[in-house]
Structure formats: C-alpha cells, structure tokens
C-alpha cells in the first residue's frame, strides 16, 4: 500500500502515520492487526512490552517483549517508553526507538494500545496519530470470540468481558469506528482508512516541490 522504504507515493515524500487500532479485548484489534501489516509494505507494527504472562502460541518479540515489573519499572525511569499504561492489572508499553527510527525513514507505525494509550499518543503527536475503535458486532459475539481464542482462563475471560464496556466508552475519542462483523469486510475498511491517510495532502510532504517541477517544466 505505502509505495517502497521512503514511505513515498508516486516518488512524493510522505510523512509517517501512526496509525492506532483500539478495542475491548476480543473483538479482533490482533486479528486485524496481522491482516494489515501483511499486506502494507512499509506498515510496521509496534511491539509493545508488557508484565503479562505469555499466552500460549505467542512468540517472544512479535507478540510482546515480556519482562517482570522490575525490568518494566526501569525501562518506564529510563524514558524508554513513547507511552505505557496498567490494563487488566499488568503494565503494557510501547518502546519508543524503534518508532521513531521506523517515522524518521518514512515508515507507517501500527499500534494495537489501549484509550490511555492512544491519548498519549496523541498529545505527543497530534498531526501523526490516526485512530480507529474496533467493536465487536454483539456482547454475544464477543463472549464467543474470547471462548474460541481459548488463550485465557475462565475467569481471565470474565475479567476482561467486565471490563469491556469501560473499555467501549472511550468510543468518541478515536477518529473512526469499524464494527468487525465480518472480518473481510473489516479489513477492507481498516485498509481504506490507512490509504485515505496516507494520502492526506499534508502528509506528502514532497507534494510541493512535485508540482512545482511539474510547473516549472510545462512553463519552460
Ligand atoms: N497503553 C498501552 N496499551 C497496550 C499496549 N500493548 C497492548 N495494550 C493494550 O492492552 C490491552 C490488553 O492486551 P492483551 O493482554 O494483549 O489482550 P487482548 O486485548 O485480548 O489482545 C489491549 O487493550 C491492548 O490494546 C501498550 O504498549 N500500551
Ligand atoms: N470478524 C470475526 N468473526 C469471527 N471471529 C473473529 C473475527 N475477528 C476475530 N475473530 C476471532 O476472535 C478471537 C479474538 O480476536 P483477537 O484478534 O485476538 O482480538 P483482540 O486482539 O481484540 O483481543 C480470535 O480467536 C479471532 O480469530
């Protein structure tokens, strides 16, 4: 989607997005996520660090980096997190070099980070944090769904369905809302919304001196 390394579309200079999905746990931010940084050239997803234990089939490093709270209390003094936040009694973070080297050569950052996340996020960068709120399509649906991911006890699950309606009235704070009902057609509306973004006049950077040589040519 994103045209080669230098983020560029048409040979135009872009800046980076950083580009948020949020949801209640289970309505498929992971899933959308994956579909999403695999077909995005040039989209890379941040790997936040967290003091959750590891579920099974999650890898070291492309799920999470998984530390104890005395590591994560350190990298939080060390100013190694962009932002970092308590979900769910655990500390989740997002390291802050790897996106800033990813932005300063033109990449595009995906963020799976919770509502607190995000406002951080955004207070640090308003013009770069695009943000998109995933709801499941019912309670029922999302019950299901942390069921048939079978990752987390029964308790875990009832833990995380409670607080899935706080989580849910952060709504009105993100920029755009996808119901993932089915999950084709969600990704398809996740994907459009990184392409409108990257094609936001005020990210083509390039765009002025694109056309002024374009001018300069049809003048001479
Ligand atoms: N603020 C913040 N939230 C995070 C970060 N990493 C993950 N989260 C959020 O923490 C919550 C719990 O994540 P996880 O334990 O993986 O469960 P999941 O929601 O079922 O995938 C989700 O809302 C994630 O979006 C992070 O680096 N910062
Ligand atoms: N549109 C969908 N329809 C049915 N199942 C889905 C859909 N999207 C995701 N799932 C499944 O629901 C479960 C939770 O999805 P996941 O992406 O892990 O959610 P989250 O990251 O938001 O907690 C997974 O088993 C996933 O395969």
Known sequence: MSDGAAGGHNGVERRGVMFVLSSP?????TTLSRMLVKEAAGLQMSVSATT???????VEGRD???VD???FDQMVAAGEF???ANVFDNCYGTP?????AALASGRDVLFDIDW?????????????????FVLPPSVQALEHRLHTRAQDSHDVIQGRMKKAGDEMSHYDAYDYIVVNDNVGIAFESVKAILRAEQLKRERQIGIDAFVRDMRQQLEG
């Open 96 to 100: 802050r070099a790897p996106v800033e």
């Open 69 to 71: 709270r005395a590591k």
């Open 64 to 66: 999470y980096f998984f």
């Open 25 to 29: 746990s289970g309505a498929g931010k």
């Open 116 to 132: 607190q996340g995000t406002q951080q996020l955004r207070s640090h960068a308003p013009n770069d944090v695009v943000s998109v």
């Open 52 to 58: 959750r234990p590891m579920r099974p089939g999650e």
């Open 82 to 84: 962009l932002e970092w």
